[in-house]
């Protein structure tokens, strides 16, 4: 069957049998009646248009803001064009990879910005150094961005702006929240560039557990935004309710972004908004069984996805007394978090599974201990306090302590929110299996 555009199913057309000339003259006559700029593309390469021909609709593709919509057709189209129809192909390509903000795409939008720019463009510096910090070397991120001046261009800039903030958090928080109000005049010149202070002013403030103005600040995100952009705010501003213990409105904000992320078409938003609406429901106690088949769905789309649907569903295990779901499901998600560079997500799985009876290497265990005298000696040590304090009790409760809980955690949440469930426990529940 066919898609149309307005969402009916015809059947599908067959090229012609015969020479390239009709072949290629159907696909014109499809693309000229085709709206969807992506299928429209997609026919004049099978027509053998020349680049250049391509270059508009891949320029309003990219436009739209989601990047994995356009990115095989960018990339398919530049493998053909030459001079200065791939310089600007070449930047496409690499908007698209700081905007899918993973390492392969960075790459290969790397080698390609080097055939069409060279390698002392500041494109290629910005490209750089988006990849090193992705790669975990924020030092190298910041070398790179010494070579990239202000940007003509607003979508250029504004990554160039994000990845200074980004590489700031290594002089503390203080450094960050000055340049952020240095910031406000800069960002008063589009509204891209102000929906984007607000996100990095939410993301400060989430981390600084001030849950309710992150989300606000997201929220207000959100609505200056488009595509991925836009999407992502959706779901920092229902993380942020989440873990500031509302978790009715933080599943009101998931189904929010469910909503727009399937009206586009974008799979990992559906599934990170049908994780955060089974993390909500855990908060909210509902009683829930474990669904590792929805952890199999998660990895079909990403691998990081993987992880924390396979997190969420081992608490879900844990609660319902599943161990051996619990036990699986922790060292899946353990063992996927600790490649991705993701350290306080794998500690808070492994103390899981092994509160749940299950193992972990004899080094993984002085490890694991290490970092719990840390948290009870300086704290909050490695950990986030709501974690710390979990973790601490799941290492207790598995035989690894005793390990005292720290004041200093307890008060990071007022008193009124220690019945509240975090993660997996809540405060008091922690205090009393750390007793158990």
Excluded at 314 to 331: F, Y
Aim: glycine share 8%; net charge neutral; proline share 6%.
């Amino acid at each position: 069957m066919w898609p149309l555009p307005d969402g009916r199913l015809g059947l599908r057309p067959h090229p012609p049998h015969g020479d390239d000339a009709a072949r290629c003259a159907y696909h014109r006559r499809l693309a000229g009646r085709l709206d969807d700029r992506a299928a429209r593309v997609r026919h004049l390469l099978a027509a053998g248009a020349n680049p250049a021909e391509l270059l508009e609709d891949l320029e309003e593709l990219v436009a739209e803001g989601l990047p994995a919509r356009a990115w095989p057709l960018v990339q398919t189209t530049i493998a053909h064009a030459t001079g200065a129809t791939a310089h600007r192909l070449g930047e496409l390509l690499a908007r698209l990879a700081l905007a899918l903000e993973a390492v392969e795409p960075q790459e290969e939008a790397l080698l390609a910005v080097q055939r069409t720019r060279g390698r002392e463009d500041p494109l290629e510096k910005l490209v750089r150094g988006w990849l090193a910090y992705h790669r975990g070397d924020k030092q190298g991120a910041q070398r790179y961005l010494a070579g990239v001046p202000p940007w003509a261009d607003d979508d250029l800039e504004q990554w160039r702006c994000a990845l200074e903030v980004a590489c700031t958090y290594t002089q503390g928080e203080s450094a960050v929240e000055a340049l952020l109000t240095k910031l406000r005049p800069w960002a008063a010149v589009s509204a891209g560039r102000r929906a984007l202070l607000k996100g990095l002013e939410g993301h400060l403030r989430y981390r600084q557990s001030r849950f309710r103005e992150a989300a606000g600040l997201h929220a207000e995100a959100a609505e200056g935004s488009v595509g991925i952009r836009r999407l992502k705010a959706l779901q920092q501003r229902a993380n942020a309710l989440l873990d500031g213990l509302e978790p009715e409105a933080a599943d009101h904000a998931a189904d929010t972004l469910y909503t727009s992320a399937r009206a586009v078409g974008h799979a990992a938003f559906e599934t990170t908004a049908v994780y955060l609406r089974r993390s909500s429901a855990l908060r909210r106690l509902e009683p829930l069984p474990p669904d590792p088949e929805l952890v199999a769905a998660a990895g079909a789309v990403r691998a990081n996805l993987e992880a924390l649907v396979a997190y969420v569903e081992a608490c879900i295990a844990w609660r319902a007394g599943d161990l051996p779901t619990c036990r699986s499901l922790a060292g899946h998600a353990a063992q996927v978090f600790a490649r991705a560079s993701e350290p306080y997500q794998a500690v808070f799985c492994d103390a899981l599974r092994l509160s749940a009876g299950g193992h972990v290497s004899p080094a993984r265990v002085a490890e694991l201990t290490e970092i719990a005298a840390e948290v009870t000696t300086a704290p909050p040590g490695r950990l986030p306090p709501g974690i710390g304090i979990q973790v601490l009790a799941l290492l207790n409760h598995a035989g690894l302590g005793p390990f005292e809980i720290p004041a200093e955690l307890l008060t990071a949440r007022p008193t009124s929110q220690h019945n509240a469930r975090l993660e997996l426990l809540s405060i008091n529940e922690a205090l009393g299996l750390g007793r158990a």
